[in-house]
């Protein structure tokens, strides 16, 4: 299959690893993944913050980039939770219905990657190995937008080597929320802290998460408290074998366009 890689901006900018190990380990599964270079933000932001004119640029640019593709996959359900509940919105409301039905056309094909993986390709097992223990954080997008469910979960307990514990509380925010840990930094702080309680609680070596977003906040409050806990996104979990190397030493990525 052809996979058109959808990037997000916290990924190209700041976390390139989970973009990397989603084109690892499709690539190991026998599928062709290309990254469209014309992409930018989707427009999320923007439209959570009340700039939809702002945000409507973005969306026709998304639309345009993406619609020549059959499958679109994101290391993220917030970024894909918006290209599904939000942009044809956007669209409407400027009144370019033509554009609502096209979002919604790049929107049907457009998956998180636990979806892309079970709901698609069909596969739990993808052949990872990664020896820790391991708590999973199911984000607020992946559980209320994109609705994945337990996809991560039953792809987490096929990982060999994999130790996986419940995380207490699971379902509680972790106070991020994008501009919401900005604007309401005191509320962000105490969710914050009761979510690192309940992870440092498992006992677990590493947090993961299908959202860079959540494991930045998660990960700068383990960090802080010298928690000896890391946190690594599910596409890093899963793109990892008995062979793989550091992260910091694997050859630079290259995806055909």
Known sequence: MRIALFVTCLADTLFPEAARATVRLLERLGHEVVFPEDQTCCGQ???????PDEALRLVRRHVRVFAPYDVAVAPSASCVGSVRHQHAMVARRAGD???ASR???VAARTYELSELLIDVLGVTDVGAYFPHRVTYHPTCHSLRMTRVGDKPLRLLREVRGLELVELPQAEQCCGFGGTFALKNADTSTAM???????VLATRADV????????LMHIGGGLSRLRAGVRTVHLAEVLASTDRSEPAGERDRLEVRS
């Not at 932001?45 to 700039?51: A, D, F």
């Not at 914050?192 to 309940?198: F, G």
């Open 192 to 198: 914050l802290a009761d979510k690192i309680q309940n």
């Open 103 to 105: 979002a919604e056309e």
């Open 207 to 214: 947090c993961t998460a299908g959202d860079a977003s959540c």
């Open 97 to 99: 219905e033509r554009l």
């Open 45 to 51: 932001m923007h439209i959570n913050t009340g700039y």
